[in-house]
């Protein structure tokens, strides 16, 4: 079954103890992203990697960072987490430079920093 | 920086009726154009997608896309209780791919 896992679904964790939240795709998409959801803010990039080695920064970066070191995993990681990055967290990916294509989403892992 | 604007909601519809959902964007460059369903505490689904001005129909849905106006919209006929849920219009271009979503819309569709 064509999927985006994303592992763990819910975590709390305490101020400034760092964790990663992994994804991975079997798809064979280059193109994938992480995205954070907030009531009355919606959902906004943090990052996105458009092949293996190739990452950026989107709209909300700060505070996070992530990796691309083979296709298929997009792990995102929190090096000091804080309670504002309490929220819902996406995981999406796509085929690259196909604009018809839309994302294909992840299960969400919603994080507690307290 | 690109913007995507959702009537704030929420809408109310009974069942059996029509569900009107309407989104403008900012980027006139945008080229694809997409609606997303999301139920509480789930992912985001994919449900229609529209790149050519004009309407594209599947099934019960219809999305309207109008470049001239910056205008897309997502009609929902017949609709039922389980349509109830936010929808998110989404809309991608330029050379990263980026999608940018919308706020969303809470449909309610009352028995």
């Known amino acids: 079954e064509a999927q985006v896992t994303q592992n763990p679904r819910y975590l709390i964790t305490v101020t400034g103890k760092k964790l990663t939240v992994t994804c991975s795709q079997n798809?064979?998409?280059?193109?994938m992203s992480w995205y954070r959801q907030d009531p009355g803010l919606g959902l906004r990039q943090i990052y996105y990697?458009?092949?293996?080695?190739?990452?950026d920064k989107g709209d909300v970066p700060e505070g996070y960072k992530v990796s691309r070191k083979e296709k298929r995993n997009f792990p995102l990681i929190l090096e000091s987490p804080s309670p504002n990055q309490t929220s819902l967290y996406f995981c999406?990916?796509?085929?690259?430079?196909?604009?018809?294509?839309?994302?294909?989403f992840g299960s969400g892992t919603r994080l507690t920093v307290v | 920086q690109k913007e995507v604007e959702q009537n704030s909601g929420p809408l109310s519809v009974p069942e059996g009726a029509i569900a009107s959902l309407n989104c403008t964007y900012s980027?006139?460059?945008?080229?694809?154009f997409f609606w997303y369903r999301q139920y509480s505490g789930k992912s985001p689904e994919l449900i229609m997608s529209?790149?050519?001005?004009g309407d594209k129909e599947d099934g019960r849905f219809t999305a309207q896309l109008n470049k001239a106006s910056q205008y897309v919209s997502l009609l929902i006929r017949d609709s039922q209780p389980s349509d109830s849920a936010t929808y998110l219009c989404a809309v991608k271009g330029g050379a990263n791919s980026k999608l940018t979503f919308g706020k969303g819309i809470t449909l309610s569709v009352r028995p």
């Open positions: 990697s458009m092949n293996v080695e190739v990452t």
């Open positions: 798809m064979n998409h280059e193109y």
């Open positions: 529209i790149y050519s001005n």
């Open positions: 999406a990916s796509s085929e690259r430079d196909r604009e018809i294509y839309g994302y294909t």
């Open positions: 980027d006139r460059g945008s080229q694809s």
